[in-house]
């Protein structure tokens, strides 16, 4: 079945600087969502990735889906003690049936 | 209203309960979904209704009844349950299909025991 890893499991960063997290899929996506969960909270919607080299930015944040679309990435500029939390990647295949999630990148920011 | 709510916040039950989860959204999406999340694990697909109609189970054992009694309206029915499915019990709806980004309830934390 469609396997969707994500990279690193945990990052811990001081507040300013920079974060990236990675997501591979086994397969070729449809699309990719990202999802943020705070601690304590629930998965929040963040975005959308759908075309084959797509680029979108919201703000410090910077998704990328890459040309294959098997890969994406999310890239958070100067982050804030606000950034805390998990971010998901979830992968639909192409059948569009469900999506998959990766294993989630734990992100902790210093004061 | 973006908004997806679900009761009860929390839930003890014994191994022998039968209790209910219960979700609901007025957002008019007709796909709605259960999945279970374990600590620092992801969301773990349980069931797709889609337009009130069970579209996917995930070979989720049978101490797990679901239910989409109108198209707001998503119910989980537990008995029997085994200290191991203790979670968190997230409800999301989707516009129609999975295609679509995700909104998820607060969820409802189990323990079973």
């Known amino acids: 079945g469609q396997q969707v890893m994500q990279i690193p499991q945990y990052q811990h960063v001081q507040e300013g600087e920079d974060f990236t997290t990675y997501c591979n899929s086994s397969?070729?996506?449809?699309?990719i969502q990202w999802y943020k969960q705070r601690p304590g909270g629930h998965p929040v919607f963040l975005i959308q990735?759908?075309?084959?080299?797509e680029v979108k930015k919201q703000k410090r944040l910077t998704f990328q889906f890459g040309e294959a679309k098997k890969n994406s990435s999310l890239h958070i500029t100067a982050t804030q003690t606000t950034d805390v939390g998990t971010y998901f990647c979830?992968?639909?295949?192409?059948?569009?049936?469900?999506?998959?999630f990766g294993e989630g990148t734990q992100l902790t920011v210093n004061p | 209203d973006t908004e997806v709510t679900q009761t009860p916040k929390h839930l003890v039950m014994g191994m022998t309960n039968k209790k209910s989860l219960k979700c609901e959204q007025h957002?008019?999406?007709?796909?709605m979904y259960w999945y279970k999340q374990k600590a620092k694990k992801p969301p773990e697909l349980m069931f797709v209704y889609s337009y009130e109609k069970l579209s996917i189970n995930e070979s989720v054992p049978s101490r797990f009844s679901p239910e989409c009694p109108n198209s707001s309206l998503l119910n989980l029915h537990l008995h029997a349950l085994q200290p191991e499915d203790s979670a968190l019990y997230l409800c999301?709806?989707?516009?129609?299909?999975?295609?679509?980004?995700?909104?998820f309830g607060p969820g409802t934390r189990l323990t079973v025991t």
């Open positions: 957002m008019g999406h007709r796909a």
């Open positions: 999301a709806s989707s516009q129609d299909r999975p295609t679509t980004e995700q909104y």
């Open positions: 979830a992968g639909l295949g192409t059948s569009g049936s469900r999506l998959t």
């Open positions: 990735l759908v075309k084959s080299g």
């Open positions: 397969t070729t996506l449809s699309n």
